[in-house]
């Protein structure tokens, strides 16, 4: 750089952010001056994110804010796992302060010895890690009856992924000996709300976790600490945070989680009980509602999909409303009960756009529309919402829920 260059560019920094540049640019040593003037921060023994950062879980305001939620920011995250800090919370009675060193799991009923493990005894066990996702039954529930919440964060963010640390609950339950009349588990939080919920004991025999790690680490205490279970595929109620113990037993409980609530009730009248399962789901995340695009050109569609059954096989985006489809690109890793990234790149051309994604699992069931979905179910049905959102582009390029 000629001096001349040198002290217009210098004038030209100075304008754009004040001194500090202008020190930066300063003819010493460069290194010099990155020892001596830009000494960072000491080093910390827990991390915590930058100041600038400030992504947030949403909070809905509640009547009784113990019994409440927050929504995980789905359309602002990355990748596949979410930050423990961002997980999505759902607590009936609040969030419980429970001391390893003393809490306890109770395991008894139908077993041949009643047992009690310390948290110590149950990190003895073999331990098992899988990634998978945890979502609510109630995740988009308001969605049912049309578009009405204002972002992706809002509409889906009742489910979140992690790296869930455990014992596998049939090594703790073979410890205890299963008689062969039990075909039921209850299980208990140690929570204001005694959450409980029955599960078959077939399930729990195959892939359930006690779990008292999430992301690498202990729980947080919002997740369950210091153990709770985690259910994969199932419907978020089942996963009992602060589990404090499993009863053995011939039949299912029909505690209030399984019949005033998280059951379907359809259109003639019945209601479907023990749905267990969470179905297929897909969104784009972005672009999606709440966010605006800065003007025509290149966009890549972003989105994630998951199923309670299995592996996604395909995700389909259209950009017409439906009109037509082009298959979109799985990103790997493609883990079963797993969020899955998804991506389409897009021309954007000023036009309004209607966006769309629709995902298939490896069980050939396909997401359904929100037509299709209330053909079946009726419209006073709340829980297991899982049909295809839809995103409006207007040309000035405001994403709206439609
Ligand atoms: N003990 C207890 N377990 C519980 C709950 C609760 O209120 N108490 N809420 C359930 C519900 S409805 C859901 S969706 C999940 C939420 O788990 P998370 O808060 O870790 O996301 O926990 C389940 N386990
Ligand atoms: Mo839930």
Known sequence: MTQVHRRRFLRRARDIAGAVVSAVLA?????????????????????????FETLKRWVMPTRYPSSSASWTPLGDLDGIITPSALHYERHHAGVPDLDPATHQLTIHGLVDRPLEFSMKDLRRFPAVHRIC?????GNGSQEYRGPTSENVQQTH??????????????????????????????????????????????????????????????????????????????EGSISVKWLR??????????????????????????????????EAKSVITSPSAGQELSGPGYYEIRGLAWSGRGKISRVDVSVDGGESWRQATIHGPVLPICHTRFSLDWQWDGSTSTLLSRCVDDTGY???SRRQLVQQRGENSFYHY?????????????????
């Open 133 to 137: 996702f945890l979502e609510c039954s």
């Open 27 to 51: 003819p010493r040593a460069a290194a010099a001056i990155e020892t001596t003037k830009y000494q960072g921060a000491p080093t910390r023994e827990y991390g915590s994110r930058s100041r």
């Open 386 to 402: 899982n049909a295809i959102q839809a995103w409006r582009v207007d040309s000035a390029g405001v994403v709206h829920n439609a």
């Open 157 to 234: 963010g009742l489910t979140s992924c992690a790296d869930w640390g455990g014992v596998a609950l049939k090594t703790v339950l073979n410890e205890a000996g299963i008689r062969s009349d039990a075909s039921w588990v209850v299980a208990e939080g140690a929570d204001g709300a005694a959450m409980t919920r029955s599960i078959p004991l077939a399930k729990c025999m195959d892939d359930v976790i006690l779990a008292y790690a999430q992301n690498g680490e202990a729980l947080r205490p919002e997740q369950g600490y210091p153990v709770r279970l985690l259910v994969p595929g199932f």
């Open 366 to 368: 396909t997401q359904p």
């Open 245 to 278: 113990r499993l009863k053995l037993t011939a039949s299912a409980y029909y505690t209030r989680e399984e019949t005033s609530k998280y059951t379907d009730l359809m259109a003639d009248g019945r209601a479907r009980g023990f749905t267990f399962v969470m």
